[in-house]
């Protein structure tokens, strides 16, 4: 069943935190600390007011990032590099995701709200290097988030990626609202969080739904 509502599908676009590692692996925990401390130096709030701030932004705009350059025009470079420079140690290789995304037919390719070399730090420790054909970050969408349309037709502009013949991995349901607009297969990955009818496919398991699409 899995397989023909997939049939058509010649791009697979796969977001990263929570979607191609577990959260079980508290990634994103490590990331956040070291959002709420930036927020901290940068704005010269403490560590109380600053946390408010990366929730609001992130539920608002998005991201945390998006919010601090509209509301205080910071430098996202800058600010990438010093959230994303944490520790790996939690990851581990998994082989049978790697084979399973590797008998999809097509492009595969990750579109992340985080930062390209992140991402591709986070594939290494994962043992998924060199099974994707491009990895785009957030700077890749001139630091626009998902999921904001203009950053979705950046970013599958860049791929040439045609949205009907396409499917996205995600996490965030919210992420995948613009791009079922746009014709994609949507797959959100993760807990059940009542998503709506712009969800096409919903999985706990990712490889074990990969299992049922590859070749």
């Known amino acids: 069943m899995h397989r023909d509502a997939f049939s058509h599908v010649t791009t697979w676009v796969f977001d990263l935190d929570h979607t191609l590692y577990p959260p079980e692996a508290r990634l994103f925990a490590l990331i956040e600390t070291?959002?709420?401390?930036?927020?901290?130096?940068?704005?010269g709030v403490d560590r109380p007011e600053a946390d408010?701030?990366?929730r609001h932004?992130?539920?608002?705009?998005?991201?945390?990032?998006?919010?601090l350059m509209r509301e205080h025009d910071v430098d996202p470079a800058s600010y990438l590099a010093e959230v994303h420079d944490i520790s790996m140690d939690s990851l581990t290789p998994d082989p049978l995701l790697a084979a399973r995304i590797a008998a999809?037919?097509?492009?595969?390719?990750?579109?992340?709200?985080?930062?390209a070399p992140y991402a591709e730090r986070v594939i290494d420790a994962r043992g998924l290097s060199g099974l994707f054909d491009a990895i785009y970050g957030v700077e890749h969408a001139?630091?626009?988030?998902?999921?904001?349309?203009a950053?979705?037709?950046?970013?599958?502009?860049?791929?040439?990626?045609?949205g009907p013949s396409a499917a996205m991995f995600?996490?965030?349901p919210r992420n995948l609202l613009e791009p079922h607009a746009m014709g994609l297969r949507t797959v959100h990955v993760g807990p059940v969080r009542g998503e709506?009818?712009?969800?096409?496919?919903?999985?706990?398991?990712?490889?074990?739904?990969?299992?049922?699409?590859?070749?």
């Open 104 to 115: 999809l037919p097509g492009r595969r390719i990750i579109y992340t709200n985080g930062s």
């Open 34 to 43: 070291r959002m709420t401390t930036w927020v901290m130096q940068t704005l």
């Open 57 to 67: 932004y992130w539920a608002h705009y998005g991201t945390t990032l998006a919010g």
């Open 170 to 172: 995600e996490d965030d």
């Open 196 to 215: 709506g009818a712009h969800i096409h496919f919903h999985t706990d398991n990712l490889s074990d739904f990969l299992s049922h699409l590859g070749a």
């Open 142 to 149: 001139n630091f626009l988030p998902k999921p904001e349309r």
């Open 52 to 54: 408010h701030l990366r």
């Open 151 to 162: 950053a979705f037709d950046t970013v599958f502009a860049a791929d040439g990626l045609h």
